[in-house]
Structure formats: C-alpha cells, structure tokens
C-alpha cells in the first residue's frame, strides 16, 4: 500500500489483540504509530515487537480519562508532530446476561468506554491535526451492533451507537476526513476468550469459513481502511464475520 511516508497513526487498545494487530500492519508498511492500553509493561513490550522506540511510542492510561486522552494526543504532536490515522479499538464488557437485570453503573461505563470516549479521541485528534491536514479515522465495532446478542446485549447496544456515530462523523468531517468502522465477529483474543473458550470448535463450526477471526484478520483490513486505495470509502461498516451473519448470527 502506498502514501505511508511520514504518517503517524495513533491507536488505542493496542497493547495486544486486534489493537496490536492494526498497529503491527501498519508499522509494517512503513508507518509509525502511538498506541495506548491500560498496563504499562504490556505496552512497553509491544513497543519493542513494533521495533522499538523509533517506529512506537507507548503511553499507558485508562481511555475514557480525559486527561489520559490529552496527554496522548500532547505527547503524539510533541514527538512526531501530526497524527493521520486514528484508530479507536478499546472496548469492554464487564457485564454478561439479560439486559432487564443489568446494573446500569455497568451500562454507564459500557458506553462511557465504548461510545464517548471514541467521541472524545476523535474531537482531540481532529483539533490537533486531521482538522488541518486531513486523514482517516476506523472505529472498531463487532458483528453484536446488527442484531440482539444474548448474554452481551449492553456491549451490543454500544457497538450499535458507534455505527450510528461513525456515519454521523464522516458526514461532518468529509471531505477532508474519512471514518469508516470494522464490525467483526469473534476473533481469537483474551478479550473474546467467554465467548470461545472450552469449546472453540463447536463455535466455529456455526461459521461458513469453519473458524473464528485472529487479530490479523482485522489488523489488516483495518489498515486497507486507512489507506490511499480506500480514498473513496467513507461511513462504511465492513463486517468481518468468516461468513456468520450469512445465517442470521450476531455472535
């Protein structure tokens, strides 16, 4: 993929899974990129997976923190000077059943995290750089945003709004700012590790393609999002579900 010199991505959740996956393709065609997560150490190796202190820069911190947002949006300028590429990746799910017995301090932070806190990454990074210079911004959604999703309605409902959002921002923000949304379905990671775990082969045998995404999947579709040849690719939603929507299902 070409028009990478030069340009600076910054993604959050990146310190593994899928968040580590898009920064690893997109350190591979030649960009550098800021990533974000919860634990320092973590970070602090995947920096030196990416190759080190010269292509990554790691910066620990909660994402729905305003303040942790600044700083990194502060420190990406100060240390590289633009940010192109935004990559919003973190999510949770701490809570799993039926909606009607869901406490709602739980519903709170699911969208505190999930929803505004991508509002939040973008209005920062916009000001700082893609309002003047343009760029492209993917919003990681999942498959549970298109329909009911037993036992994770919440999370559902949150990926659901961040579609919703995505659209709504690349209308606003076009022409000069792209935003498009993947929504896979379950990838091989710790964070998916209920929805799989102990009987990973009966999961994946309700998919056409016979088995779950890993971070790569996605990695690399993320990167083809924020690319020159998806320049005429914005407000989509680009499911990535080894074919299991096909059937009707949402996780």
Excluded: C
Aim: aromatic share 4%.
């Amino acid at each position: 993929m070409t028009g990478t010199d030069d340009k600076v991505a910054l993604v959050t959740g990146a310190s593994r899974g899928i968040g580590f996956a898009v920064a690893e393709a997109l350190v591979a065609r030649g960009e550098r990129v800021v990533i974000t997560g919860r634990d320092a150490e973590s970070l602090a190796a995947a920096v030196e997976r990416l190759g080190g202190p010269d292509v990554a820069l790691g910066i620990a911190g909660k994402s729905h923190d305003e303040a942790h947002r600044a700083e990194v949006v502060d420190r990406t300028m100060e240390r590289f000077g633009r940010i192109d590429h935004l990559v919003n990746n973190v999510g949770t799910n701490p809570a799993f059943g039926a909606m009607v017995d869901l406490d709602l301090n739980a519903a709170r932070k699911i969208l505190d995290i999930n929803l505004v806190s991508t509002l939040g990454w973008v209005q920062l990074v916009h000001k700082a750089s893609l309002r003047e210079r343009g760029g492209a911004i993917v919003n990681v959604s999942s498959v549970s945003a298109l329909g009911p999703a037993p036992g994770i309605g919440m999370y559902g409902a949150s990926k659901a709004a961040l579609v919703q959002l995505t659209q709504q921002l690349a209308y606003e923000l076009a022409p000069t700012v792209r935003v498009n949304a993947v929504a896979p379905a379950v990838v091989r990671t710790k964070f998916a590790e209920a929805l799989f775990a102990g009987h990973e082969e009966q999961v994946a045998a309700t998919y056409p393609l016979k088995r779950l995404g890993v971070p790569e999947d996605v990695g690399g579709t993320v990167a083809f999002l924020l690319s020159e040849q998806a320049s005429w690719i914005t407000g989509q939603i680009l499911v990535l579900d080894g074919g299991l929507t096909l059937g009707g299902g949402t996780v």
